[in-house]
Structure formats: structure tokens, C-alpha cells
């Protein structure tokens, strides 16, 4: 009998079944091996702790054995307990609490060990936190570097929130049985955030990528390329991905003259007021689904670290609370960040003797984003379980390990490939949860850029692009942190949005060149600028070094400057000239037409945001027997239409929004037509 995972599972009907559950043999042997394996960890872990505290004599193995089942015994008294206060706390405090919950088992072990080993609270502590490092450590060597321990920890969450609904829906208080595996459908979309087609395709033909490498070779699954347009930013793409409105984000930052406000999207305030310009109610994520970790919310019942939400998940993520409460969770990321720190020091170290080139900085802020990208991405796997268990139909969660990592080393560097072949390791971890799920779920994978590699600006020409406006304005070119300079110089990756904030409306190329007769002209002709685009009389025209492309009648004078940025980009140019708080400029930097590298103008290695190079190539991996709307997926609006059209496919879509996302489709078929690009009349000959 299909059971639907909004209902509870069927109750036991004797206390037999129950007692037979306990006393399987499968489930004795299991829980066997888990006590003697914490038994003796623990026993490692006291061991060295007591011999490495200064002043504490050497004890027999007798007294360790008996320190072990304090430690026991208190954890079992303490952990619940704590567990009820994190929950209680949720945020930040829980994140707190789940820290103090591993110290104070030790501490309190070690407080009412009968051998009165270590007295003095500040001794207590340290030798708490010492052995606390030290099972994290221990704990992920056993593992020999797998994922086991944590998924037995997630498992058990789900069985725990699985069971839960069953008995708030009426079902037995106590019941020894696992939940049956859900049969009614879900969709589950995981965003490998900065990922290319090609980088993908390539790390799974060298056999890099086991899991989703199986997929693709067992037939269950296909890869597709999509193309990202312009700007190749993650919030502009989920804008159009969550919500079918990339439109609304001309950049990963931008100026809006009507107000006088910078608009940074990655800042929570920011983002909020951004969203609902976005939502008209029928996002992705409409019918009841979950948002993790995404900068939108996509009109979500449930939004768990999204930014334009900007919470901590509360107390009924019960998800958070266990990740935190757990010592294979918080506690275990924190040290195993410890590790990722001075694993990155190497790295960069190894790239400075090589001299490996072209390189960056990776000191500094991103010291602390390593390991934070990687605390997050356990976090959110343990959200997604938790949602699993709860039976949401749809959920969308962005992992930005990858994209991180390969701003800094390059997005082909064996680090950024390490990141991503962690990312593959959690889609293992995904599909092992599976049956515990309250539904059949699907997954989907696909990224929402990519990234391309390049030497920046500033390393190629010994100057900044504010050097370069300042030099031909004659004025001060502020950035982001300068307030109200009469030009502001906005930058994405190798995309720069230029604003004459003097001026209370969008300039054309005329009222550009009254203002500052040089600025056009001499960007045009500097080296590192492959494209300046303006608004003029009849339209935008995008100029180059030695020539110029007028977009809308798709004509040329002179060289193409396009011809280095592939077929869309005049489709690209155009539908980003439609956007919202456009710059009174546009910049794109130059492009090597045999390495494709460009030239940042912010000091990444790896970059994204406008064209040229694999940032605009990003890839969708779906079930291989599903069908496709259209045949090239151009947009982000494209993609969020399509995955429209599964969610309908599986039932989980409310027929009339169904059907409002048909006749939107047929527009967006429509307008990619109007827009396709032509052979110019230069080219033509």
C-alpha cells in the first residue's frame, strides 16, 4: 500500500512487531559497533588528553575505563537536555549552545571523576576542548575521510521528525519501527554554485565525480549545457531561476540614481528590498517549497538561510538544531576548518613557489571563507534531510564550496576540483537518505554560472579601472565605498556598470561626451576594455578597439569587437540594455580569443558576471527521460520555466499557475526568436 507522506505510516498492531524491530539482528549489530566504536575513541581521546595536561599524573587503564563511562552516562543525561535548550534557542544561540554541549559532557565527566584527576575550571575547560578536538579528528580518521558517521547522524534526524508527524497526526507515542520510505513524488534541485558546463563534463569523463558520474553513465540522468546571459551573476540568476525575473539585476552590485543607493545583493537588507520587485506571487518554490541558502527566496512556504530573509533558521528547524547539538556536527566543521585553514596556506604557498600564473591573493578575508563555505554546506545538507523527512515537495539549496575556491586558485585548479568533488560526495550522501525520505524525491543538479580565469585588470596594466576613468574624466572615480563621487564605478567580475551620479536619469552617448568629452573614446581604445556599451539616438551601439557594433539593427563599422565573446552576445547586450538601474556605461573587459582569459576588474582569478570564457556556460543534469521545452536553454527565465514544467509534471504545481507559466513560456519562445543573432552585413561577405 503507497503511503502518502502527508499521512502517518501505518501503526504496529501488536507490541511483537515492535519487540521484533528491537531485536533484530541487523539492528543489534549496528548499535554494537556504534557503542564499542564510541567506547574506544573516547578511550584514545581521554588518554592522550590526560597525558598532554600538564601536572596530571599518569593513570591505570582501569581508571580511564571508568572516565569513559562517566562520560557515558553524562552525555546521556546532558545531551538531551541540551538538545531541548538549542532547540528552545534556535539562531545563534543554538549555534552557541551546540559549542558548550561537547565542552560541558568532558567538563562534568572530568569534574566527578573519582580519581580527581584535574581540578580548576580553567583546566576543566582546556582539557575539555582539547578532547573535543581530538574526537573530531579521531572520529573523521575512522571514517578515512568519508561521510558515514554523518549520515547516520542525519538518518536519524529524519526518523526522529518522521516520527514526530506521525504522532502529532495521531499515530502510536512510541514506536520502535522505521518510517517507510515515501511514495509520493518531490523535487529536490541542488545548485552547484560557479560551476561550467565544461569543468563538469571534464571531471566526469576523468572519472572524478563518482556519483554523479554514475548517474550519467547508468542512463538515469543527462547532462545539458545552458547559457547564462548577461550578467553571469548568482543573483541574477536565481532571480530568474527562483522567480522568472532576471530583469530586475543588472549586476552583482549596482546604483539606483532614483534614490542615491548602492544596492550590494550578497547584503541581506539589500536583498530583501530587492525581492519583492521580483515575486508576483508565483515563484518556483510557490506550492510549499523550501529555500536553503539561496540569495531569493523564490516565494517559498520555508526559507532556511536565504539571504533576503535574513534569519538564522528559528526553533522549528529542527535540522539546525541537530547539526549544532551533535559532535559530528558543528563541533567536527569547526575543527575540520581549523584543518581547511592551514590546508589553504599550503595551497598558496605551493601556487607562490610554482609561480603559477595567473594568480591571486589568498590571504585574509578569504582565510575565513574556506572553512565557513564548508560549514555551511554541512548545515545545509542537514536542512535538507530535515526537510526531506518533513515530505516538502519541492526544495532548492545552493552549495558554494566550489564557486569560493575557485574565485582564488582558478576554476580548473586541482583545490577548486577538490571542492567539487566534495559536492559530488554529498549528492552520495543525498541519495543514501533517500528512504528515510517522506517522499520518492528527484534530484536535479545544475549551477548558475560559471567562471572564467584571467590575470585582473590591475595585474595586467599596473592600474585600476577607477585609475583609468579618473585619468579620462579628469574627476574622481569613486567604488562602492566612496560616497557620492561624480562617477561611480560599479564592478561584477569582468562587467562594470558607470554611473555619473550628477545626472538624476540614464545619459546617452551625447549627454555622456558634453560631460566628459574623452571618457567613451579613451575607454574604447584602452586594451584591457573589450567592449564599451552606450545608449545612443537609435539604439545601444557596443564599441571596441577598432571598430563598433550597433545592437539593435545588427550592423558593424570596422572590426566586430563581439566576434571575441561568441553568438549571443549581441542577444546578451541587448536584454541586458532592458535592465533595471542599468550603469550610463557599460564595460566589459577583453577576452583572449585562444585562452579565453579576461581581465577582472575586482581581484579574483577566477571571475563571473559579464562575458567571454565559461562564466556564462552553466549546466542542468535532470532524469534523462524527462522532456524538454525547448531544445537550448537561453536564460535564466529559460531554466526556471523548465523546472516549472517538471514540478507540473510531477503534480506539484497548482494547476492555474501551471497554466500561467505555459502562456510566460510562449512569450519568453517568442522574444529568444526576436533576439536570436544574425550574421551581420560585415560577416555576411
Known amino acids: ?156 534526524l529524519m526518523r526522529g521528525v518522521r516520527r514526530r508527524q506521525a504522532r502529532q497526526a495521531g499515530g502510536p507515542f512510541l514506536t520502535l519501527r522505521r518510517p517507510r520510505p515515501g511514495n509520493e513524488p518531490g523535487l529536490l534541485m541542488v545548485q552547484f554554485d560557479g560551476l561550467s558546463e565544461p569543468v563538469l563534463r571534464w571531471a566526469v569523463r576523468a572519472g572524478n565525480l563518482p556519483n554523479l558520474g554514475q548517474w550519467l553513465r547508468s542512463g538515469s540522468h543527462t547532462m545539458r549545457g545552458w547559457h547564462t546571459g548577461l550578467p553571469s551573476t548568482t543573483p541574477a540568476s536565481q532571480a530568474g531561476i527562483l522567480h522568472g525575473a532576471t530583469r530586475q539585476i543588472p549586476g552583482f552590485r549596482w546604483y539606483e540614481k532614483e534614490t542615491g543607493k548602492l544596492m550590494v545583493s550578497s547584503r541581506p537588507r539589500d536583498a530583501a528590498s530587492i525581492e519583492p520587485r521580483l515575486s508576483n506571487g508565483r515563484g518556483l518554490l510557490r506550492d510549499g517549497g523550501v529555500s536553503i541558502g539561496n540569495v531569493f527566496g523564490g516565494d517559498a512556504a520555508v526559507n532556511l538561510l536565504t539571504v533576503s530573509h535574513a534569519a538564522l533558521p528559528g526553533r522549528s528547524a529542527r535540522g539546525w538544531a541537530a547539526f549544532m547539538a551533535s559532535p559530528y556536527g558543528f563541533t567536527r566543521a569547526i575543527v575540520l576548518g581549523v584543518g581547511d585553514v592551514f590546508t589553504e596556506l599550503h595551497q598558496a604557498r605551493l601556487q607562490r613557489r610554482r609561480n603559477l600564473l595567473p594568480r591571486v591573493s589568498r590571504s585574509g578575508a578569504f582565510l575565513a571563507l574556506r572553512p565557513a563555505s564548508m560549514l555551511l554546506r554541512d548545515v545545509n545538507i542537514s536542512l535538507i534531510a530535515e526537510q526531506m523527512a518533513r515530505g516538502a515537495p519541492s526544495i532548492y539549496c545552493d552549495l558554494v564550496d566550489y564557486d569560493e575556491v575557485a574565485h582564488h586558485a582558478g576554476p580548473a585548479r586541482p583545490e577548486s576540483m577538490r571542492q567539487l568533488e566534495s559536492l559530488d560526495r554529498m549528492l552520495g550522501v543525498l541519495e543514501r537518505l533517500a528512504p528515510e525520505a517522506a517522499r520518492r524525491y528527484h534530484i536535479v543538479v545544475l549551477s548558475d554560472h560559471g567562471q572564467s580565469q584571467g590575470a585582473t585588470f590591475r595585474q595586467r596594466y599596473g592600474e585600476t579601472l577607477n585609475d583609468v576613468v579618473e585619468r579620462l574624466s579628469g574627476e574622481e572615480a569613486g567604488d562602492p565605498e566612496t560616497p557620492e563621487p561624480p562617477l561611480l564605478v560599479v564592478s561584477s567580475g569582468n562587467l562594470c556598470l558607470l554611473y555619473l551620479t550628477r545626472f538624476p536619469h540614464r545619459l546617452c552617448r551625447a549627454e555622456i561626451d558634453r560631460a566628459y568629452p574623452r571618457l567613451v573614446p579613451g575607454l574604447a581604445a584602452h586594451p584591457g576594455i573589450g567592449l564599451v556599451v552606450v545608449r545612443e539616438e537609435n539604439g545601444p551601439v557596443a564599441y571596441g578597439t577598432s571598430g563598433l557594433h550597433r545592437l539593435r539593427d545588427d550592423t558593424v563599422e570596422g572590426v566586430d569587437p563581439l566576434l571575441p565573446y561568441g553568438p549571443h552576445a549581441r542577444a546578451d547586450l541587448l536584454r541586458h540594455q532592458e535592465s533595471a538601474h542599468i550603469g550610463d556605461i557599460v564595460l566589459i573587459s577583453c577576452v583572449d580569443p585562444v585562452t579565453e582569459e579576461v581581465a577582472a576588474f575586482e581581484e579574483l582569478v577566477g571571475s563571473h558576471g559579464g562575458l567571454g570564457g565559461w562564466q556564462t556556460d552553466a549546466v542542468l543534469v535532470h532524469p534523462a527521460r524527462w522532456p524538454i521545452a525547448r531544445p537550448e536553454l537561453d536564460g535564466p527565465d529559460a531554466v526556471h520555466f523548465q523546472l516549472v514544467e517538471w514540478l507540473d509534471m510531477l503534480g506539484l504545481r497548482a494547476p492555474s499557475i501551471a497554466a500561467d507559466t505555459q502562456a510566460v513560456l510562449e512569450n519568453v519562445a517568442v522574444e529568444q526568436e526576436e533576439l536570436a543573432p544574425r550574421l551581420s552585413r560585415v560577416r555576411d561577405g
Request: hydrophobic fraction near 60%; charge should be neutral.
Open 1 to 156: 500500500m503507497a503511503v502518502s507522506p502527508h499521512e502517518p505510516s501505518p501503526a504496529p498492531t501488536t507490541r511483537g512487531a515492535d519487540l521484533r524491530a528491537l531485536l533484530s539482528w541487523r539492528r543489534i549489530l549496528n548499535r554494537t559497533r556504534a557503542v564499542l566504536r564510541s567506547a574506544l575513541v573516547t578511550f584514545v581521546v581521554l588518554t592522550a588528553t590526560l597525558w598532554l595536561m600538564p601536572g596530571v599524573a599518569s593513570a591505570d587503564i582501569v581508571d580511564t575505563l571508568g572516565l569513559v563511562l562517566l562520560v557515558a552516562a553524562v552525555g546521556a543525561v546532558l545531551r538531551p537536555l541540551l538538545l531541548v535548550g538549542i532547540v528552545a534557542l534556535g539562531g545563534w544561540g543554538a549555534m552557541l549552545l551546540g559549542v558548550v554541549a561537547q565542552i560541558a559532557v568532558i567538563v562534568v565527566a572530568l569534574e566527578i571523576d573519582p580519581a580527581n584527576r584535574i581540578s580548576g575550571l580553567p583546566s576543566l575547560v582546556l582539557a575539555a576542548i582539547v578532547a573535543v578536538v581530538f574526537a573530531a579528528i579521531i572520529d573523521w580518521m575512522l571514517d578515512s575521510g568519508t561521510d558515514d558517521t554523518f549520515v547516520k547522524e542525519a538518518k536519524r
